[in-house]
C-alpha cells in the first residue's frame, strides 16, 4: 500500500484518529499536510512524521470557514505541487438532548463537521478533477449510522457526511477520483480514558468483540481506501466498530 509521491491533506490531525491517519500515510511514504484548530497542534504531529523521516506541513485552518479552508489548499500546492488524498477528519463535540440544545450548539457542530467536510471536498475536487486522479474519505461515525441519545446534532453531522459521500463519489468516479467514507465505533480516544469503569464496560457489553476499537485499527481502514488496492471501491461506507452496528 505504498503511497510514494503522493500528497496527502489530513484536517483534525492534532490527536486521536487524526493524528494516527497523519502518521500512517507518512509511514506509506505520502507528504502529508497536517490542519488542527491551533498551529502548536498541526506541528506536533508534523514534528512526528519529520523526525520519522517523512515529510509534513502544519497548517492552523478552521475547516468550516471557506476562505481558511481555500489558503490550506493553496499552501499545500504550493509546497508540495498537488493534492492527491483528502481525509475529512477534523469534528467536534457539542452534545445535550434535544430540548436542552441551543442553536448555536447546532450550529456550531454542523459548521465543523459537515460544511467543514464540503469546505474541503469542494477545494479537492477541483485539484483532483483536473488530475484525473484522487482518493477522498470522510471520517464518520457509528452513531450516524444508528443514532444516540443526546448527540442529535453530532449524529445528524456525521449522517451528513455519508449522504454528502454518496453524492460526490457518483459526480467525480468518471474523473478517477474515489469518495468513501469510514464509521469508526467506540475507539480508545482521549475522550474516552475519561470515563469511569462502569461506562467502559457498559460500552463493551454492546461490542460483539468485546473491546474498543483503537486509532491504528481506524488509519488502517482510511489507508486502505486511500490505496491502489481500493482503486475500484467508492461511495462505500467501511464500517470499523467491532460488529457494535451490522
Known amino acids: 500500500m505504498s503511497l510514494n509521491g503522493q500528497v496527502a491533506i489530513v484536517t483534525g490531525a492534532s490527536r486521536g484518529i487524526g493524528r494516527a491517519i497523519a502518521l500512517k500515510l507518512a509511514l506509506q511514504g505520502a507528504a502529508v499536510v497536517v490542519t488542527a484548530t491551533t498551529k502548536e497542534g498541526a506541528a506536533r504531529t508534523a514534528d512526528e512524521i519529520a523526525a520519522a523521516g517523512g515529510r509534513a506541513l502544519a497548517v ?58 464540503f469546505n474541503c471536498t469542494r477545494e479537492a475536487a477541483k485539484i483532483m478533477s483536473k488530475a484525473r486522479y484522487g482518493r477522498i474519505v470522510n471520517v464518520s461515525s457509528v452513531v450516524g449510522e444508528m443514532g444516540n441519545p443526546g448527540q442529535a446534532n453530532y449524529c445528524a453531522s456525521k449522517a451528513g457526511m455519508i449522504g454528502l459521500t454518496k453524492s460526490v463519489a457518483r459526480e467525480l468516479a468518471r474523473r478517477n477520483v474515489t469518495v468513501n467514507a469510514v464509521t469508526p465505533g467506540f475507539i480508545e480516544t482521549d475522550m474516552t480514558s475519561e470515563l469511569s469503569e462502569k461506562t467502559r464496560e457498559s460500552l463493551q457489553e454492546q461490542i460483539p468483540m468485546g473491546r474498543l476499537g483503537s486509532a491504528d485499527d481506524i488509519s488502517g481502514a482510511v489507508l486502505f481506501l486511500v490505496s491502489d488496492a481500493a482503486a475500484y471501491i467508492t461511495g462505500h461506507v467501511l464500517s470499523v466498530n467491532g460488529g457494535m452496528y451490522m
Open 60 to 117: 492552523k485552518v478552521d475547516v468550516s470557514v471557506v476562505s481558511e479552508v481555500e489558503a490550506l489548499f493553496k499552501e499545500a500546492v504550493a509546497a508540495f505541487g498537488k493534492v492527491d488524498i483528502l481525509v475529512n477528519n477534523a469534528g467536534i463535540t457539542k452534545d445535550g438532548l434535544l430540548l436542552r440544545m441551543k442553536e448555536e450548539d447546532w450550529d456550531a457542530v454542523l459548521d465543523v463537521n459537515l460544511k467543514g467536510s
